[in-house]
């Protein structure tokens, strides 16, 4: 029986705890911490969590040795001080998306995990969703041929007063936009298809969030050996239809699940019927998909707990964390610069610092109103609508 703790118990938190409380068998909820302990009360009256003691601050935590795991569900400038004090007490981690606002941040996540021995996670439950299993077994049955393209709408929609939230809308404090903060789920499903980029374009602005510094919007093209990708980050998007869709040589998958696959006449134009058989063969594998046990955070808390209970790594693991923030900082960076940035993003680049990028971000409008709690519901990453 593992004991599990959680800091941060603001709206992401419900996922958390609700996962953990999937697995009584296997893992018990023993502390919640939050900065405001009414909030962290609150939580455990409307979740039950009877053996939860609640605590005001994650240094009092640090001490308390019967605790395995901690799952960090705070604001993401406090993401990299709350888990390494975590790590080198003796605690495993998974920390919510994004991992930190810079590559510095990440490096010392990773030299803590990896000098306290213990397992860092970080939160891409997109992984574990059906639809993009499916895509990516897909793209691993080698069906496609090679991949030409892959187009990624992050596309999402939030008011003005969405930014009015104290921690959300600048450079300080959210670390970014949308980019950072909403596509990185993408970023991670790009990459994880992918592989890294050798370099990265992209121009950004803010088209009408008037009370944040960040940018709502960026497009940015991700150069790959032979093969380019494109990513919107948006907050703009009406109707907010996500999309992925990928080019192979010989069919195009998507999800939402479509396939395509042309064939070529003697003159070079498409045949009127494409490569029937192909299509019917993914159709197949599509429909062959075994359905996964566990979605979205469910299916994260599941790996990790497999992951401590088996000595294993986690399927997503701190360096996974870390690749999709070095992409949004190059996305940052090209935009900013107005040129291509080159990967890996060397450490003595102007970049690589929480620092630097601050010192170079734009601030598109001036925060001017800043609110502890807005009231309304919330989805959560990449849920269908
Ligand atoms: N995976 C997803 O789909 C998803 C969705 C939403 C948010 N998130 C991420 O989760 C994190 C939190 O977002 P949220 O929407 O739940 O924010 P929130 O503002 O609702 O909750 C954050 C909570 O952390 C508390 N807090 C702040 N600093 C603290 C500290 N030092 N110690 C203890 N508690 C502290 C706040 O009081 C608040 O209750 C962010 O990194 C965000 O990007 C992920």
Known sequence: MLNVALVGTGNISASHLRAYLQFPERCRVVALCDVVPERAEARKQELGLDDAVVVASHEELLDRQDIDLVSVCTPPSTHAPITIDLLRSGKNVLVEKPMAPSLTDC????????????????????????????????????????????????AWWRGVPYYDLSWRGTWQSEGGGPTLNHAIHHIDLMLWMLGAPQAVAAMMTNAW??????????????????AVAQLTSSVVHHGEEQEIVVQGRDASVAQPWKVRSETTQPNGFPTSNGDTALVARLEELAAAHEKLAHLGHTGQVDDVLAALETGRAPAIGGADGRRTVEVVTAIYQAAIERRTVDLPIPADSPYYTG??????????????RSIDDLEGTISVGGEAR
Not at 209 to 226: I, K, P, T, W
């Open 355 to 368: 620092e630097g990028v601050l010192e170079n971000a734009p601030r598109y409008f001036t925060k001017a």
């Open 209 to 226: 969030h008037d009370n944040a510094e960040v940018e709502d919007l960026s497009v940015a093209l991700l150069q790959y050996d032979r």
């Open 107 to 154: 490096d010392a996540m990773l030299r803590a995990e990896r000098e306290s021995g213990k397992v860092l996670s970080v939160v891409a439950q997109n992984r574990f969703r059906d639809d993009i299993a499916v895509l990516k077994e897909a793209l691993d049955s080698g069906l496609l041929g090679p991949v030409a393209h892959l187009r990624t709408d992050s």
